[in-house]
């Protein structure tokens, strides 16, 4: 929560939850991800949130930008960024998409099969191609799972491939969960890169770059490890794999950049109780797993809410959305601690909800129009880097 942000709610009119973003710690984010790992080049992974007053901000600081889509690809561009600070990360891609993007000038594209090797010789002839290898995301709150990847014993194989199909084999990228909290957790992917490095040495293949991923946190409930302890430890893995030969590195933050920057401003609807013995109180919120806290699934994110009462005593309640849908329930299996004063009409604060919230807000469930979002923009002049 920002002074900005608290003033910006006070004097707002309008009814229904928002999503405020403060601009200046977009900018004080960028600052810290630049001066942490200061040999590494900033990639924003633009899915976190796509905000054009964001993406241009960050666009003049003179970040890069991850995409994933056509769609980012434009709207990355709408800000002047030039396509050569373009990443197009999925790795699950039309062979339609990778030429359009091509078109518009794109020519570094991430691949984890031989399929998709395939489709970029086709549609985008002469390109860079990174090669993701599978990460497991232990210590990672919102894993990534077996879905994106290869093997890194086979990540040699698909390189030469995309070598052979005429296209430039650049290097290796890994994404080791989103939410990480184990500072040492690129170790491991830090040693199969390496590897990966010295196979396609031998083949006469000479990577140049390694794409280390997001996964660097935002503060919720849980305490995180500081951005500076992460910087150290990778730069130790890099040491520790490379010797002297570090390669260029790319970091691709998404949540680490944009998820203290926001706030959600929501209401409470309605509180119940299930019988009279029960302590446990439902606490039914104007906003839920439909209109933008999907990351609750699971109970993975546990997001800081903050009310007028925090001073008063708590007790365990259930937290949900208003939807008809009996899954729109944010906390139940860990209740959530909430004033025992709460009461109905009372507004709530639902902090560090900058990333991944806005975009995933359903266009019109149950007749609820999408999370507003509105952005306070940046205090002093976002000069060039
Ligand atoms: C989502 C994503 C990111 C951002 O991850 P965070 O954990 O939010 O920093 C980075 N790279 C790729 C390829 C992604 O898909």
Request: aromatic share 8%.
């Amino acid at each position: 929560m920002t002074d900005r942000i608290r003033e910006f709610l006070k004097n707002r009119k309008e009814e229904g939850p928002c999503l405020v973003l403060d601009l200046d710690v977009v900018r004080d984010n960028y600052g810290a991800f630049a001066r942490t790992l200061p040999d590494t080049k900033v990639y924003y992974a633009v899915k976190a949130n796509p905000h054009p007053e964001i993406l241009s901000l960050l666009n003049k600081l003179g970040s890069s930008f991850d995409v994933a889509s056509v769609p980012e690809t434009l709207a990355v561009l709408a800000t002047g960024c030039t396509p050569d600070r373009i990443s197009y990360g999925n790795t699950i891609k039309k062979e339609s998409e990778i030429a359009t993007a091509f078109k518009l000038g794109v020519t570094l594209f991430a691949v984890d099969c031989e399929a998709e090797v395939d489709k970029v010789a086709r549609a985008a002839p002469g390109a860079r191609v990174i090669c993701r290898i599978h990460c497991d995301g232990t210590g990672a709150e919102w894993p990534l799972s077996r879905k994106f990847g290869c093997e890194p014993e086979f990540a040699a194989d698909i390189l030469e491939r995309a070598h052979k199909a005429g296209l430039t084999a650049h290097g290796i990228s890994f994404h080791v969960g989103s939410q990480q909290h184990n500072v040492e957790a690129w170790d491991r992917a830090l040693a199969s890169t390496a590897a990966v490095f010295r196979t396609c040495a031998e083949r006469g293949i000479m990577l140049s770059t390694v794409n280390l991923g997001g996964g660097f946190p935002a503060k919720y409930v849980r305490k995180t490890p500081k951005l500076e302890s992460y910087g150290k430890a990778i730069f130790r893995s890099l040491r520790r794999h490379f010797g002297n030969r570090i390669p260029e590195t790319i970091i691709e933050p998404g949540r680490g950049m944009v998820g203290n920057a926001g706030v959600i401003e929501a209401e409470v609807v309605l509180i119940a109780k299930r019988s009279p013995e029960e302590d446990t109180r439902w606490v039914y919120l104007d906003i839920g797993k439909f209109h933008g806290l999907a990351e609750t699934i699971g109970e993975s994110i546990r997001y800081p809410i903050r009310t007028r009462r925090d001073r008063d005593e708590a007790g365990p309640c259930i937290v949900a959305g208003p939807t008809c849908d009996s899954v729109d329930v944010l906390y139940e299996k860990t209740p959530y601690p909430l004033p025992v004063s709460l009461a109905i009409g009372d507004k709530v604060l639902i902090e560090a909800t900058g990333a991944y919230t806005s975009t995933y807000s359903s266009v019109g469930f149950n007749g609820y129009p999408p999370l507003k979002s509105y952005v306070i923009a940046p205090t002093e002049p976002a000069l060039a880097a």
